[in-house]
């Protein structure tokens, strides 16, 4: 059976990770402010995500990315997993700014729109959802958990 790893990225992988979020038009990473996860299948590189820590109170979960020849595998999946394992419920509220088709996906996680929650968004949050929505062709959320 084919192996699929995920792992906390080093810091000399920085690199190397902004220069693929820059392939898809992704905010750089923060090694000092995130926890950064790199897939592996097989020992070869095939997707990453993260939390970026908001505040003491707020944190996201971003930047997921699957390389188009690794999908299909439930890669994503194994790296929210991942994170979300890592965060392990240092934050209060975990938000997340999925693409509208990714709504049931991240539902599976216990994401929910903000609205159903009646808390405040952080000003970085909301910052960042208007600007994606300004940015991207494809609509985005604003989902917590």
Request: hydrophobic share 40%.
């Amino acid at each position: 059976m084919r192996k699929i790893l995920i792992r906390k990225a080093t810091k000399e992988e920085l690199k190397w990770i902004n220069s693929k979020y820059s392939q898809i038009g992704f905010v750089h990473s923060n090694f000092e402010k995130e926890i950064i996860a790199v897939a592996e299948y097989e020992g070869q590189r095939c997707g990453l995500g993260r939390i970026v820590t908001i505040d003491e109170n707020n944190c996201e979960l971003g930047g997921m990315f699957v390389f188009e020849e690794f999908r299909g595998m439930k890669i994503a999946q194994k790296i929210i997993e991942f994170l979300l394992n890592e965060e392990n419920a240092s934050h209060e509220n975990i938000w997340c700014l999925p693409f509208a088709k990714l709504n049931d996906f991240y539902a599976n996680f216990g994401f929910e729109d903000y609205k159903a929650k009646n808390i405040q968004v952080p000003k970085a949050v909301l910052d960042k959802y208007n600007w994606c929505n300004s940015t991207y062709d494809d609509k985005v959320l604003l989902l917590v958990k």
